[in-house]
């Protein structure tokens, strides 16, 4: 019997068109797409399908994505799929809470909309992310420590891709001494801002506030933070995670580790892209990885 984990991709796998064939042909999904444009006011369904400048930026990007990966988990638990485990990266978190019965999508919704207007409006000026390709993580981690200004690691995505993040000067500096270092490469992010570093600390406060009447349910099937990569087990613990989600590291690397050392061995990235698979591949070939985004990929996992 395989241990299953479902896991939601995170900002930046957005694109026009995505989910419109689960919308078109799956009632269950046309009505989360009805749902969070309920909560939100905003048109989720032109703003996903139709081609518009507004779904690149972080405040409606987010809500799109966790609307779609929203949907295709809810045709996915009407055909009787269910998983053992859930995982996000970042964003994809509340898509991995709605997974785990911790949040309803309405619950998810309202957060999140408000989540994505904070980090674009605590988005400072000389703020930049870079992804450094190639070099030993503990050789990042001591430059950022030595670098002048603010700068993190960001994202921990697998072995050989780190992203670092902080003020536009320190983010560069560390960047160009990771290649001096040995790194291949120091790419920079088109990103609208320094996410996951504590220059975005006053959103994560913004979003604490938000999610103080949030209703959070217990959890009918675990899941595994970017904040600690382990397990989170009870409700109390899920805020709180949150805040800190919003300028902590990710640590999707440690969080995939740690439930391969517990024996999952079957990830299905549910939304749009293969980022999380791809991340996969380098940390561990031998398990079972299947992406579903289209309504083809749906078909061909539950057999249909």
Not at 243 to 266: C, F, H, K, N, P
Not at 288 to 296: D, F, H
Request: proline share 4%.
């Amino acid at each position: 019997m395989s241990k299953t984990v479902f896991m939601f991709p995170g900002q930046g796998a957005q694109y026009i068109g995505m989910g419109k064939d689960f919308y078109d042909n799956i009632e269950v999904c046309k009505k989360i797409f009805e749902i969070a444009s309920e909560v939100t006011g905003l048109d989720i369904p032109k703003l996903c399908f139709e081609e518009n400048d507004q779904i690149n930026v972080t405040e409606y990007t987010q809500i799109a994505m966790l609307t779609v990966e929203a949907a295709i988990f809810e045709a996915l638990e009407v055909s009787g799929k269910k998983p053992q485990a859930t995982a996000g990266l970042s964003l994809g978190e509340y898509g991995a809470l709605i997974a785990s019965k911790v949040m309803e999508p309405q619950e998810a919704f309202k957060v999140v909309r408000q989540r994505g207007i904070f980090m674009q409006e605590a988005v400072p000026t000389g703020g930049a992310m870079s992804a450094v390709l190639g070099l030993d993580v503990s050789v990042i981690e001591e430059i950022c420590e030595k670098t002048k200004g603010i700068v993190s690691i960001a994202n921990y995505n697998c072995p050989g891709q780190i992203v670092i993040t902080g003020e536009e000067a320190a983010v560069a500096a560390a960047g160009e001494a990771c290649k001096k270092a040995g790194a291949k490469r120091a790419v920079p992010l088109k990103v609208s801002g320094p996410f996951h570093s504590q220059m975005l600390k006053g959103a994560g406060e913004k979003l604490g506030r938000v999610l103080e009447d949030a209703k959070v349910n217990e959890f009918a099937i675990p899941y595994v933070s970017n904040v600690t990569a382990d397990y989170v087990v009870e409700a109390k613990d899920v805020k709180p995670l949150l805040i800190r989600q919003v300028s902590s590291s990710v640590r999707w690397q440690q969080s995939i580790e740690r439930l391969l050392a517990d024996g999952y061995d079957e990830f299905v990235e549910i939304g749009p892209g293969r980022t999380l698979s791809g991340f996969m591949r380098k940390i561990n070939r031998d398990v079972k990885t299947v992406n579903i985004e289209k309504l083809e990929d749906f078909k061909n996992y539950v057999g249909e």
